[in-house]
């Protein structure tokens, strides 16, 4: 009776945290301007009809993923119209399946604290901030979880076995639909298997049939790879380096992908000390019976924990791009070893519930201050929008009376939240295969911005055609990222003056002789 009332008590407390973390994500969604690749999603998928979305997706993508997320995106903004708040909603809802599916999954092999544990464990991580994005991977990772459960009950339970099977094999088709670095689900499913064949010395079939059916979902994606493929060349510099390994946990868990170079060298061994730390004792309450967690299991997580080193290979041998988002589904196996390697701790009555406690203290405190920042953050970013009058003016007198910016991003931001329609139409988005490759060994600016071009009315012309004249042209300068502006200016020898900021960058004069 005690025990199930403990039950009771801990599923009551997993939905209340899940709540909380909705509620949060919810405020914070309230003041979070859309920027970067959030723009992209939208430009491309606010269609005006289901066959223009698949021509676009075929043909000239602006974002690389199959089509199941942009076909999500397309009927909110059909129903909705452009509210961020309600397109963000997949990806909220996605991450609190995934923290659902993780307090089962846990609950199962060790006891409810640990199992609350790892339900908060991803919303203390940066991978928070994923539900606050208008893109693919807040909803993969509820996917990535759901697999995970689906797969843990059918080798579990025999009642029902054959619905978990189903839901196994249509959470793997969906995924692979989501994003196409999903079929790294398949990596840790067919490792455990092997595990498994190994153990009962025979094939479980009604599996292999499940993974078999979820892979079939591969089909679905072919007509999109084409478009998708344009990008595999000259995606970044230097190609996909082993360094994004490391990058991968950084974003995961941290949410910046590099830091300094000693940064980065503290960082890899911290996280080799961990992963020590987390093997070591699982593999100590495994062998002494103090939880209930399978050998597949534990080669399950392992393998899913360590989906950078996959991503890092897929893409570079296959693929040539990759970013440290694509291997975000880890964060549900590490989230499940973390919690269980600090299991025994949790047993103990007053340690267990200090360290609960302390964790959720810890991520109440998070969230005041998260939703402060977002508040603070859009009031700085809307206000540093106001062109200053010098600004405008020294727009107007030159010959082409247009803003110039380079960023497709601090263009796209400026598009859809500046309300003044006649400073938009003082500004135009620039670009230069040539400037790109010579600079930053890429064309994956350039290839956006064409598409772009394809799916809306801006004002977008090539850099030299814009600045072919000699006189005088204002330019808004980012530094960093993509961003080759600075370099090409300086090889034309050009006479650059600051003459304020906007967005939040500078405002340069330029003048050509």
Same mark, same amino acid.
């Given at each position: ?29 309230? #003041? #979070? ?23 676009? %997706? ?27 708040? =309600? ?19 846990? /609950? ?5 604290? +640990?199992?609350?544990?790892?339900? =908060? ?7 928070? +901030? @994923? ?11 509820? *996917?990535?979880?759901?697999?995970? $459960? ?29 994003? #196409? @670095?999903?079929?790294?689900? =398949? ?20 599996? $292999? ?15 999109? *790879? ?8 000259? @995606? ?21 992908? +590099? ?30 019976? %103090? ?21 890092? =290979? ?44 302390? $964790? ?43 803003? @110039? ?9 400026? %598009?859809?939240?500046?309300?003044? /329609? ?31 071009? /394809? ?7 090539? #850099?030299?055609?814009?600045?072919? %004249? ?21 090889? /034309? ?21």
């Amino acid at each position: 009776m005690g025990q199930a009332a403990g039950s009771k008590s801990s599923l009551s407390t997993a939905i209340a945290l899940i709540g909380i973390t909705a509620f949060v994500s919810l405020m914070i969604s309230h #003041y #979070y301007l859309v920027n970067g690749d959030d723009l992209l999603e939208i430009w491309g998928d606010k269609a005006s009809g289901l066959g223009t979305l698949l021509h676009t %997706q075929r043909t000239f993508p602006l974002e690389i993923d199959p089509l199941l997320y942009h076909l999500l995106t397309f009927v909110e903004i059909s129903l909705w119209g452009l509210k961020p708040v =309600l397109l963000r909603l997949p990806s909220l809802f996605g991450f609190l399946l995934m923290q659902l599916c993780l307090f089962v999954f846990v /609950r199962r092999i060790a006891s409810s604290r +640990t199992a609350l544990v790892a339900l =908060l464990f991803p919303a203390l991580s940066a991978t928070f +901030t @994923y539900t606050l994005y208008i893109r693919p991977y807040g909803f993969l990772l509820g *996917l990535f979880a759901l697999a995970s $459960l689906s797969w843990q009950t059918a080798i579990r339970y025999e009642r029902h076995r054959i619905y978990w099977l189903i839901s196994l094999a249509l959470t793997i088709a969906l995924a692979i639909n989501t994003h #196409y @670095y999903a079929v790294l689900l =398949l990596v840790p499913l067919c490792f455990a298997e092997l595990v498994r064949s190994w153990q009962n010395r025979r094939l479980d079939f009604p599996m $292999l049939s499940a993974l078999f059916a979820g892979t079939m979902g591969t089909l679905f994606i072919l007509p999109f *790879l084409k478009g998708a493929s344009e990008f595999r060349s000259n @995606y970044v510099k230097g190609g996909v380096s082993y360094h994004t390994v490391l990058q991968s946990y950084n974003s995961i868990l941290l949410g910046a992908a +590099t830091y300094s170079i000693f940064a980065n060298h503290l960082l890899a061994i911290a996280l080799l000390l961990c992963a020590a730390f987390v093997f070591w004792s699982c593999i100590v309450q495994i062998r002494t019976g %103090q939880i209930a967690m399978h050998l597949p299991e534990f080669i399950f997580l392992l393998t899913l924990a360590g989906l950078p080193v996959f991503a890092f =290979l897929i893409g570079h041998f296959v693929t040539h791009a990759m970013e440290p988002r694509y291997a975000l589904g880890a964060i549900v196996g590490i989230s499940v070893l973390s919690a269980i390697s600090i299991s025994p701790s949790l047993r103990l009555p007053k340690l267990g519930a200090g360290i609960l406690l302390i $964790l959720v203290a810890a991520f109440t405190w998070r969230s005041f201050q998260q939703v402060r920042a977002a508040k603070t953050s859009r009031d700085m970013q809307l206000a540093s929008m106001v062109l200053a009058p010098a600004i405008k003016a020294a727009i107007m007198n030159t010959p082409s009376q247009l803003l @110039y910016v380079q960023d497709v991003d601090a263009f796209g931001f400026a %598009q859809f939240h500046e309300g003044d /329609r006649n400073v938009l139409s003082h500004m135009a988005l620039v670009y230069s295969a040539t400037q790109e490759m010579k600079w930053n060994h890429t064309e994956t600016g350039t290839r956006i911005v064409t598409h772009l071009k /394809r799916v809306e009315t801006y004002n977008i012309s090539p #850099y030299e055609h814009s600045t072919a %004249q000699p006189g005088r042209y204002i330019f808004l300068i980012n530094q960093g990222g993509w961003n080759w502006i600075e370099d090409a200016l300086a090889a /034309r020898h050009a006479r650059v003056t600051p003459i304020g900021t906007a967005l939040g960058l500078k405002v340069v004069s330029v003048e050509f002789d």
